[in-house]
């Protein structure tokens, strides 16, 4: 079974710049989460989808950050303006069920990126 | 609100010897679950085990052991005999439903042959 793919695996911007990253999760996971994990801390949520619908993004500064999941499979993360606090790893995970309570979670290797 | 805290930031042991890594959380609700993750250098967390609030059971798998007390609110992990491959960092994470999962600092383990 293939595991939740994540690319690029590095990515280095100038601050102001924007970047996207891409997440596939495990096939028939029906919802996704995107987490930031700045360095020295555990993972913080910044989005949940269920198929294509959101679930929760109250964590996610709206202003700057935008995501996606068009079909119900794979999905997109941006940022835009970038800013030097975003410098950070930003890891996608999926589960089979349609909430984070009990399922356990499937991690990508999640995209480093260093905003200069 | 739920809050998770692991209060060793780095832990650094010698090959074959034991090691816990201490979790402690804060939750209002009486239905909750636990879990460990490890995180080794390739970057993806991996689930180790989970465990919901109203199964105190202690778990035993291998090398891993697991201590849920209630009483003091700590869901600890224990490695036997530990092994370089253990080198990682290691999360424990408090889930509140219906999807509300926080992560605790995490505890960088090394294992030195």
């Known amino acids: 079974e293939a595991g939740v793919a994540q690319s690029p695996r590095y990515k280095i911007i100038e601050k102001r710049q924007s970047v996207a990253f891409w997440c596939n999760p495990i096939s028939g996971h029906a919802t996704l989460y995107w987490y930031q994990q700045i360095l020295g801390q555990g993972p913080k949520l910044l989005i949940q989808f269920q198929n294509n619908g959101v679930v929760d993004d109250s964590q996610l500064p709206k202003d700057r950050f935008s995501a996606e999941r068009l079909k119900g499979v794979d999905s997109t993360l941006k940022i835009q303006p970038a800013k030097l606090e975003d410098s950070a790893v930003y890891l996608c995970a999926s589960s089979s069920a349609p909430d984070a309570g009990w399922e356990k979670l499937f991690f990508g290797s999640g995209t480093q990126l260093s905003v200069l | ?113």
């Open chain 2, 1 to 113: 609100a739920q809050k998770v805290t692991q209060a060793q930031t780095e832990i650094s042991v010698v090959e074959k010897e034991d090691v816990t890594l201490d979790c402690v959380y804060e939750t209002r609700d009486t239905t909750y679950y636990l879990f460990w993750y490890k995180q080794p250098p390739s970057g993806e967390l991996v689930f180790l085990i989970r465990r919901n609030s109203f199964d105190e059971q202690n778990e035993i798998s291998g090398r891993y052991s697991w201590n849920f007390q209630k009483s003091t609110s700590s869901f600890n992990f224990t490695i036997t005999a530990s092994q370089v491959v253990d080198s990682a960092v290691y999360f424990c994470a408090l889930s509140e439903p219906p999807n509300d999962m926080r992560f605790g600092a995490g505890t960088r383990l090394t294992v030195k042959p």
